[in-house]
């Protein structure tokens, strides 16, 4: 059984950087995409950042430029640093695996529970 921890989150001020962690155990995800997503109150879960096993990555057009990810397969490990938060990144940011090179949320499997950044103005 796959798990996947989430880590990282916190309050910050608009302009700060917030380095997220998403740690799995149970299985390798080396050879997985990994993605990162948000779910802000009252709003669908969307897409923000992913990477493929190597290492080509795909960002959302709302944080790109700001955030970068990357991952280390032998710590089994994928890695989102946030920089220049706006209050418009507060959410729950999540983490998954996929098969494949998507945006689409319903190809991904293995979430966590999530990890809770807020950006104060």
């Known amino acids: 059984q796959v798990q996947v921890v989430e880590s990282g989150g916190g309050l910050v001020q608009a302009g700060g950087s917030l380095r997220l962690s998403c740690a799995a155990s149970?299985?390798?995800?080396?050879?997985?995409?990994m993605g990162w997503f948000r779910q802000a109150p009252g709003n669908e879960r969307e897409f923000v950042a992913s990477?493929?096993?190597?290492?080509?990555?795909d960002y959302a057009d709302s944080i790109k430029g700001r955030f970068a990810i990357s991952r280390d397969n032998a710590k089994n490990t994928v890695y989102l640093q946030m920089n220049d938060l706006k209050p418009e990144d507060t959410a729950v940011y999540y983490c998954?695996?996929?098969?494949?090179?998507?945006?689409?949320?319903?190809?991904?499997?293995?979430w966590g529970q999530g990890t809770q950044v807020t950006v104060s103005s």
């Open positions: 990477i493929t096993w190597n290492l080509r990555t």
């Open positions: 998954a695996a996929a098969g494949i090179a998507t945006r689409l949320r319903g190809l991904y499997d293995y």
């Open positions: 149970g299985r390798s995800l080396s050879r997985k995409v």
